[in-house]
């Protein structure tokens, strides 16, 4: 198993910025994919950034050059550091930890608002 306990949401302006992390506990040294996600109200999760443990990444189009995702050195916890932060980025944003096998852990969620 796989505990994951988030932080840094908040409310903001547009243009703003906001950093999120997600520390990881557990099996830990099972963890590949460390990522976030979001789901605004009304639409379905997806995918925001995601970093593997060899440090590749993969952001959605709608956040590349605003957005940056990492992992600290022992790989248990993932930072988004959000910039230009506009309205359509305001939902609940997931931490999402992929274990060697495939299996799926998901944080609590944090509230991102981004107001105009």
């Known amino acids: 198993q796989v505990q994951l306990v988030e932080s840094g949401g908040g409310l903001v302006q547009a243009g703003g910025s906001l950093r999120l992390s997600c520390a990881a506990s557990?099996?830990?040294?099972?963890?590949?994919?460390m990522g976030w996600y979001r789901q605004a109200p009304g639409k379905q999760r997806e995918l925001v950034a995601a970093?593997?443990?060899?440090?590749?990444?993969n952001y959605a189009n709608s956040v590349k050059d605003r957005f940056t995702i990492s992992r600290d050195n022992a790989q248990t916890t993932v930072y988004l550091q959000m910039n230009s932060l506009k309205p359509e980025d305001t939902a609940v944003y997931y931490c999402n930890v992929q274990i060697w096998g495939g299996t799926n852990y998901w944080g609590q969620g944090t509230q991102v608002t981004v107001s105009s």
């Open positions: 557990g099996r830990i040294f099972r963890i590949n994919v």
């Open positions: 970093i593997t443990s060899g440090g590749v990444t």
